[in-house]
């Protein structure tokens, strides 16, 4: 057995630290919460709802000014994760091919466009070429390519053995079967960590709506919650319940996504950022 570890003065300090912290993000977040259950609105911070109700989330789901963007949230997050995650892994894969011709190239010009874009003019042109001016598939097709998170896929596959490649090889794995069977089942901890950012970005985009979208049917609800709140543009409700309930619902609505899938995949998320990221 060994000796118990001393508490100094700076672990001390470290604790009520990080305490704090966490107090200062935890306190308007719960209290966001309460007042979401609340049909009395105050201003004054509740540790409980003083009159519970859930009247606010069913003004959210009977509203289609509220749940339509609600879904068309829900649907362009889930399609463009996938797609980006379809291109991520894919690029990243055959950026690390040595062999391949061009590669250095293919890689240079993708990292230029890092650097520089070609300004909002000419993007808000080839969007309207593309018929995705007020069109909600808009959030899908800008994000669907990453070239941030495909060279962290990059960089997860080169640090995979080079010996699991040469084994697949000797056992007559085609490239794409290599992929397939030995670099996704190994990339778990990658293809969580970038998922989610795929799916934070699109989610949380208001910006794209704001500049490409005018159509109310086609808005995300992260857009919608902006009008709602900013603009006074609250619903008409048939329950008993106060706008202040309501703005908070749908706030607790835009983050519950994430605050929920997070924890689940936060091993992963820290795990598939450092291998990504770091390279020996």
């Known amino acids: 057995m060994g ?3 001393k508490l100094t003065l700076f672990d001390v300090i470290n604790y009520i630290v990080f305490i704090l912290l966490a107090l200062i993000i935890i306190i308007p977040i719960w209290k966001v919460v309460v007042d979401s259950f609340n049909a009395v609105g105050v201003y004054k911070f509740q540790l409980w709802p003083s009159d519970p109700t859930f009247a606010g989330y069913l003004t959210i789901m009977s509203t289609a000014k509220l749940a339509r963007p609600f879904i068309n949230s829900v649907v362009t997050t889930i399609i463009g994760t996938l797609i980006g995650l379809i291109m991520a892994t894919l690029g990243g894969y055959v950026l690390c091919q040595y062999e391949m011709p061009g590669r250095n190239l293919f890689s240079y010009f993708l990292l230029f466009t890092m650097i520089f874009s070609g300004g909002m003019i000419p993007e808000y042109l080839v969007m309207k070429q593309l018929g995705l001016v007020d069109n909600m598939w808009i959030l899908v097709v800008k994000h ?5 998170n495909l060279v962290l896929m990059k960089n997860f596959f080169e640090g995979i053995p080079g010996s699991l490649y040469e084994a697949a090889e000797l056992d007559g794995c085609s490239p794409m079967k290599t992929f397939t069977s ?3 089942p190994l990339s778990k901890a990658a293809l969580a960590s970038i998922g989610l ?11 794209t709506v704001q500049i490409y979208i005018t159509n109310p049917t086609q808005v995300n609800f992260q857009y919608q919650l902006r009008v709602m709140i900013m603009d006074g543009d609250t ?4 329950y008993k319940v106060s706008q202040n309930t309501l703005y908070y619902a749908s706030i607790v609505c835009a983050i519950l996504p994430f605050m929920v899938a997070y924890p689940f995949l ?3 998320f820290v795990t598939g950022v450092n291998a990504g990221a770091v390279k020996e």
Do not use: E, H
């Open 3 to 5: 000796k118990k570890q």
């Open 144 to 148: 669907g390519m990453n070239v941030y």
């Open 182 to 184: 030995v670099v996704l």
């Open 197 to 207: 950012m795929f799916a934070v970005t699109i989610w949380n985009d208001y910006s």
């Open 235 to 238: 619903p008409t409700t048939a």
């Open 266 to 268: 936060q091993k992963y």
